[in-house]
């Protein structure tokens, strides 16, 4: 089997940006698979393209490409780069969305303008340069082509415990209306302590312990849980947490130590 290419934007489903992206890839690359992972992560959020990219990974074959353009700096300075780890390999900017994923891994700058189209827009580099060098690696180029050997200059923010508890944020809004956040779960364990309960607030709301399930809450009640990427997530029973709430993207998130 043809190990497949993924594509993660901020572009929008059904955007004419994603289907231009797959005439490319369809034209260098026909035999090779296209999944689209998800174009709807929160327009120009970094950490959001991270998270996604970080828990999706490991479910797909090995030697997959992973092609991601959450790209709120394209067209400047900021280097394309390519990288191969054990789980596959991966095209994107060195903005952070790609650091986590590849480390440990060989990483590249692309440079190698053979490998890009003949007319690059400054605006469009996920289409112009990276999903065609993403096409050649799917059919065999090889990594040491696109480019010298580079290091990841951008890395995603790190959280950390203070005062007892940690205060992180939502990286975005699935589909219910759920709110993801960037708090992992090791690090609620860490917060609290042997007996594991926390207090979470959020805007305006406190929410004491987690659930395993939404059904561990009356309908219209607001609930904290661990979420299947593995990270604190906030949701109302049969509603819109972020309706519900009047939360969105970014919006701060305090967990500390709750009663026991």
Do not use: K, W
Request: charged fraction near 20%; hydrophobic fraction near 45%.
């Amino acid at each position: 089997m043809t190990a497949p290419i993924s594509l993660l934007t901020d572009f929008g489903s059904g955007s004419v940006y994603v289907g231009q992206m797959h005439a490319v890839l369809l034209r260098l690359a026909p035999d090779v698979p296209v999944v689209d992972l998800a174009h709807d992560c929160p327009a120009g959020h970094v950490e959001a393209a991270a998270y996604i990219l970080r828990r999706s990974v490991p479910h797909f074959p090995p030697g997959t490409v992973h092609v991601v353009v959450v790209d709120p700096g394209v067209g400047t300075s900021r280097a394309v780069l390519a990288a191969r780890t054990d789980q596959g390999l991966f095209v994107g900017p060195d903005n952070g969305a790609l650091a986590e994923a590849v480390a440990g891994g060989e990483v590249r700058r692309v440079e190698n303008r053979a490998l890009m189209a003949r007319d690059i827009s400054p605006t469009f580099q996920g289409r112009d340069i990276m999903a065609p060098v993403a096409a050649r690696l799917a059919t065999g180029t090889a990594l040491v082509e696109v480019g010298p050997v580079a290091r990841p200059l951008h890395v995603p923010p790190v959280l950390e415990i203070e005062d007892g508890g940690v205060t992180g944020r939502v990286l975005m809004a699935d589909h219910f209306g759920n709110l993801i956040t960037n708090i992992p779960f090791e690090m609620l364990a860490e917060v609290g302590g042997p007996g594991g309960a926390v207090r979470v607030r959020i805007g305006a709301a406190f929410l004491d312990g987690l659930v395993a399930t939404f059904a561990d809450v009356a309908p219209g009640r607001a609930l904290a849980y661990i979420g299947s990427g593995g990270h604190l997530e906030i949701a109302v029973n049969e509603g819109s947490a972020a309706e519900a709430l009047g939360l969105d993207v970014d919006t701060e998130i305090r967990v500390e130590p709750g009663s026991r």
